[in-house]
């Protein structure tokens, strides 16, 4: 059975594509697979990882950069109580329209849960807006993750000035959870020095795994 290109959108970085073959969804940039609704471990593993020193928090705030294919929403939602809020980032419109649409039945219509807002804009922007009313929660789920042979060390997301924001935008023993497509040896070291109790974990099993860092803040 060939794939069906359901959606197409332009991207900074290419062409952001939707495609579908039988039960399985995949997401493309610019040709790459980003994503695929058969392979979503380490997706799921971000959130369930970043909520489980929360869970029992009353009110319980969450912010998720990234929604693709809400399967880390999903994994949130089901780790936090029913009177946590979840905000989510995401730069595409056309991302939460899948989401709503044809993807919704691979989350039980994540988006659609009355603990979710979720804003088209920049994670960067909201962690920076969050010291007045900080998250017991920040996960990262971008594009890649962080990769020291392409990044500077002021990345808007994973250089030193960017992690110190993120603490900054945490309650004490928040979480900070940065999925990635492959290890960045140096990234941990940065998250330690942010302030961070730092650990590693590879959620995938067998071929290529991803790579999950979680950081609990230290107290100032």
Known sequence: MSWT??????TPDGPLVLLNRGDNFLITIAGRVLMSSLNRRSEEALATLACAPIAARRGATVLIGGLGMACTVRAALDALGPDARVTVAELTPTVVDWCRGPLARLTGAAVADPRVRVVIGDVADAIASGRGTPYDAILLDLYEGPHGATQRHDDPFYGRAALARAHAALRPSGALAVWAEEPDP???NRLT????????HRPGRGGRTHVVYLGLRRAS
């Open 5 to 10: 290109t359901l959606d197409t959108v332009a």
């Open 186 to 188: 140096a990234f941990p």
């Open 193 to 200: 020095a942010a302030g961070f109790d730092v650990s590693v």
